[in-house]
Nanobody, 127 residues
Framework: QVQLVESGGGLVQTGGSLRLSCAASGRTFSFYAMGWFRQAPGKERDIVAAISGSGSGGSSTYYADSVKGRFTISRDNAENTVYLQMNSLKPEDTAVYYC?????????????????WGQGTQVTVSS
């Protein structure tokens, strides 16, 4: 069982930056693939970024087209934490952001394949 706790959300102006953190419990964090998702009111939960786990034999990342060049996902396995650095924020980035873990290590972009979810953190970008 893995527990995930997100932090770092808040209110920021257009063009600003935020860094989200997701602290994970458990000894096998480094093995898991991790992802960041977001859900705006009335919309589906969509993937934002993902990163592979140590069991995949390498380090791979994925970004949604809407955030490429602006967001960066990273992980610190020693700290059991995954981060999402968000720069050049836009009003359309406003959403609840969720961290998720996949018990398999390979890069995963499909929402339903993730096994564990955090409670979410609100990000609001004002125009």
């Amino acid at each position: 069982q893995v527990q995930l706790v997100e932090s770092g959300g808040g209110l920021v102006q257009t063009g600003g930056s935020l860094r989200l953190s997701c602290a994970a419990s458990g000894r096998t964090f480094s093995f898991y693939a991790m992802g960041w998702f977001r859900q705006a009111p009335g919309k589906e939960r969509d993937i934002v970024a993902a990163i592979s786990g140590s069991g995949s034999g390498g380090s791979s990342t994925y970004y949604a087209d809407s955030v490429k060049g602006r967001f960066t996902i990273s992980r610190d396995n020693a700290e059991n934490t995954v981060y999402l650095q968000m720069n050049s924020l836009k009003p359309e980035d406003t959403a609840v952001y969720y961290c998720a873990a996949d018990a398999d290590p390979w890069l995963q972009t499909i929402t339903s394949k993730y096994d564990y979810w955090g409670q979410g953190t609100q990000v609001t970008v004002s125009s």
